[in-house]
């Protein structure tokens, strides 16, 4: 019998979120490929356009989500690209030029910046996070990328390290030319350092972000090293802003508590009762409109914080 600390219980459910969700992945690795071929030649609006396209990708990609559909079949279907103008409407806060432009103030001089991403569920969400950072590195926004993961299968669909190579390898072994092409990519990313996974105990604790400084001091030094940080998710959300009953006008820098070792970014589905930085009156109608607005997922925010503009 293998030993039962290496057992994922919900690996079944993650394997087959990942296999069903295929056609979604070919349209990604082929849309990514076509975007790597031409990058020479793209204006910085076309760079933009494109990055906002695979930002919002990997924002939807929270949807395919185990905890939130019981276990139910949740793979990704349609193409990722197509759906997005159709979701536009739901993103409740949109903070995507913040975020460019961060990526953008962090270009030194034949040295773009450090990108951090606290991962979320492993399925077709990882894959959209994986083709996220594939154009990052390729568009040259950013230099590396390190990814952060669960220690152990906590929550559901979470990514673990296993997770993380077995996804890596999978599309590699794609018997199709632009899924193996990516996998290919991003295998040798790994290899030369230029992506990297990394688990902490912290992620798996009960502490809200705004602890981190004090109980994980290694880590939040591990993430003031990076120019962005993405939070994936809507755990990370809860626990950027303590969970909290917080009226949804507060702000979002108020809701993280002194949290902000960089700027940050959270990229998340609505799928537990809490949401801050809305407009006043937003919150009252989507409520009378939508009861369920905060957990039924169909609702999203992009939403960003950075420490140096309160300086």
Known sequence: IPPIS??????????????????????LCTYVEGVNKNMEKLSKNQLFEHFIKLLQVSLWGNKCDLSISAGQENSQKISPIDSLNSLQPFILVNDSNMVWSTLLAAQKPGQPGRVDVVLDNAGFELVTDLVLADF????????????HGKCFPWFVSDVTASDFKWTIQQTMAANHKWMSKSGAQWQRYLKQGVWSYHDHPFWTQPHEFCDMAADAPDLYATLQGAD???????LNYRKLTGDRDWDHTVGFDTALRGFGPAPLCSLRTLKANVQVGLQPGQGEKLASQDPDWMTSGKYAVIQFYSPKSEQ
């Open 228 to 234: 962005l940080v993405l939070f994936k998710g809507d």
């Open 6 to 27: 290496d057992y994922d219980y919900f690996n079944e459910a993650k394997t087959q979120s990942y296999f069903e969700s295929q056609q979604a992945v070919m349209t």
């Open 136 to 147: 990052l590195v390729s568009s040259g926004l950013a230099r590396e990328v390190h990814f």
